[in-house]
T-cell receptor, first 111, second 114 residues
């Protein structure tokens, strides 16, 4: 079953703008990860943030984690048309070795 | 990282038939998983493929419908048995390498059942 709910479900922005996607989850986690899926392709891992971290950066990506609110956000700065994809958060909890994926956000970056 | 090859990449099948999807990894991995992604939906874990023993299935998935083999640390198969149109999905193989839960995915196998 899905642990995370993401919003918005769909987001359309102009190239150069920033895109923010949010993820909420239900149970305590070990870490939270963000993945990207281009249409018809497999998923690509973007970034992992541990439960004791609050913010992490990777290139144009910025991820925040608020464990008290059980939520995370992914910010993509200076977006490009190539960033058009679906973005999923995924959580790793307890002793489980498998990820539970959120519902995803479809991002469209218009040139 | 890992290179994960899935075959077939897509197929169109008739109701009642079965299809086996192969997943080949270019390195030995401990953890290997099979996910299903129904049209427009997120990923749902089907099972963890265990080397040398029976797969561990998630709630709602059973071995008779989705038999899985994992003869070694680089290869696994997922069979979708007695298919119906509701089985039309993308089936994704994934592996964990670094022990932190970060997954690498194959390109997926897009299955359409008529």
């Amino acid at each position: 079953s899905q642990q995370g709910e993401e919003d918005p479900q769909a987001l359309s922005i102009q190239e150069g703008e920033n895109a923010t996607m949010n993820c909420s989850y239900k149970t305590s986690i070990n870490n939270l990860q963000w993945y990207r899926q281009n249409s018809g392709r497999g998923l690509v891992h973007l970034i992992l943030i541990r439960s004791n971290e609050r913010e992490k950066h990777s290139g144009r990506l910025r991820v925040t984690l608020d464990t008290s609110k059980k939520s995370s956000s992914l910010l993509i700065t200076a977006s490009r048309a190539a960033d058009t994809a679906s973005y999923f958060c995924a959580t790793l909890s307890g002793s489980a070795r498998q990820l539970t994926f959120g519902s995803g956000t479809q991002l469209t970056v218009l040139p | 990282s890992a290179v994960i090859s899935q075959k077939p990449s897509r197929d169109i099948c008739q109701r009642g038939t079965s299809l086996t999807i192969q997943c080949q990894v270019d390195s030995q991995v401990t953890m290997m998983f099979w996910y299903r992604q129904q049209p427009g939906q997120s990923l749902t874990l089907i099972a963890t493929a265990n080397q040398g023993s029976e797969a561990t299935y998630e709630s709602g998935f059973v071995i008779d419908k989705f038999p899985i083999s994992r003869p070694n640390l680089t290869f696994s198969t997922l069979t979708v048995s007695n298919m119906s149109p509701e089985d039309s999905s993308i089936y994704l193989c994934s592996v964990e390498i670094r022990g932190a839960g970060e997954l690498f995915f194959g390109e997926g196998s897009r299955l359409t059942v008529l």
